[in-house]
């Protein structure tokens, strides 16, 4: 890799352009010595030679200068792949994650589904136990008592999903209805299967692992 940099392009560039100047200069004044017969050929040749001298000397450096970009920006293309392809590995790591917390959120769910279906059979068995002692109330008693153990909104419920949203569930616009149709095509685990695969294509397509971008260097 060349050692040239910025700063000693510019410097040696404006020497050069400098020289070619003065070089041209002195080549048209011997051109002019020549015509009115006050130099001979070779001094305009040697004129003329180093305007060519500088013109090559110029033109390397030009060429030098391209080349040191050339590799610098090989070298950050490289740098950029190699951390891209990191990346897309460490995205690839974390849709596992996301598969295995999913497979747990699911196994989870069971025991807080029997839970819950407890919890509600009790509410039950406790209007069932107030039915048959309640008629001396009339009608309207058992109603104000069913009120107290199914309120509306349901309190405990409504606990329930503060708990769910503590533990980071965000149920704000979500249908549930439609939630719970979705969870008969296959379970979480399945969707989240799913959106692992999509997030894995779209990765995949903002950080490639570079190889275009190599074909693309070779080719020019």
């Keep these: 890799m060349t050692d040239l940099t910025m700063t000693s392009y510019r410097a040696r560039r404006t020497e050069l352009r400098d020289r070619l100047r003065n070089a041209t200069d002195d080549h048209r004044r011997a051109c002019v010595r020549q015509e009115a017969g006050e130099a001979a050929a070779d001094a305009v040749a040697a004129a003329r030679a180093l305007v060519t001298t500088v013109e090559e000397r110029l033109l390397g450096l030009d060429t030098a200068w391209a080349e040191a970009e050339r590799e610098a920006r090989a070298v950050v293309r490289a740098a950029d792949r190699f951390e891209r392809g990191g990346a897309l590995a460490r995205i690839g790591h974390r849709v596992a994650d996301r598969d295995a917390a999913a497979a747990k959120i699911e196994q989870a769910m069971k025991p ?21 002692h309640a008629k001396r109330f009339g009608d309207g008693g058992l109603g104000d008592f069913r009120g107290t153990v199914f309120p509306s909104p349901p309190a ?13 569930l965000r149920l704000d616009g979500i249908d549930l209805h439609q939630a719970w149709l979705d969870l008969q095509d296959g379970g979480l685990a399945d969707a989240v299967r799913r959106r692992g695969a999509r997030i894995l294509a ?12 190599q074909e693309e260097e070779q080719a020019a």
Excluded at 114 to 131: C, G, K, P
Excluded at 202 to 213: Q, Y
């Design 112 to 132: 807080l589904k029997a839970a819950i279906a407890a919890f509600n059979r009790a509410n039950e068995q406790i209007i069932a136990e107030a039915r048959p």
């Design 156 to 168: 405990e419920q409504a606990i329930i999903g503060g708990l769910l949203h503590d533990a980071g």
């Design 202 to 213: 779209e990765a995949s397509v903002i950080l490639p692992d570079g190889e275009e971008e």
